[in-house]
């Protein structure tokens, strides 16, 4: 398909980020079983619904385009998912997993906000300032997961993956 549109270039993104969220509501699940902390697991779970979210905003704005969201794989998300599976395969000690799920859901995040970013910086040229509401509220909420993510990983994950929680906890002790 020639993209001789700026209007073709953002329902060509749309759909990118339909496949992608879509493939997300499928991955999700399995990284909320895997998780061992119960704060890693709840911010998947939460983040679940939140993307449930993010493909009904998808749907409407697609529904006033008058178009369909399907006709796109996303290879990106596909790519960046399969990464998080080989994870998933690997034999890792609970905390040294949870690290490893938090970096490929940030990978994630971050895709999706570069996503989101352009595509609603093309609904505002393209005069669609309701789909740039829309799409601006779902950026928001990607980042707001990715502050999440890095302040688990920061805040004992990360410091638990290494054993150092543990040392911390036991000199505190003394």
Do not use: W
Not at 78 to 101: S, T
Not at 115 to 120: D, N, S
């Amino acid at each position: 398909m020639k993209l001789a549109t700026l209007r073709e270039l953002y329902i060509t993104e749309l759909r990118d980020l339909f496949s992608a969220e879509n493939q997300i509501l499928k991955a999700l699940p399995k990284m909320v079983k895997a998780a061992s902390s119960e704060d890693l697991k709840n911010a998947f779970t939460e983040h679940l619904e939140q993307t449930r979210t993010h493909v009904e905003r998808l749907e409407r704005i697609f529904d006033k385009l008058h178009t369909s969201p399907k006709g796109k794989k996303c290879r990106g998300m596909e790519g960046l998912i399969e990464e998080g599976k080989e994870l998933l395969e690997e034999n890792a000690e609970p905390e040294v997993l949870d690290a490893g799920l938090i970096a490929a859901a940030q990978k994630v995040e971050h895709y999706e906000m570069a996503g989101y970013g352009c595509v609603r910086t093309y609904a505002k040229l393209l005069g669609d300032d309701q789909a740039a509401e829309s799409l601006q509220e779902t950026l928001n909420e990607e980042g707001e997961t990715d502050k999440t993510l890095s302040d688990l990983a920061e805040g004992s994950i990360n410091l638990e993956a290494t054993g150092q929680h543990e040392q911390a906890h036991a000199s505190l002790a003394r």
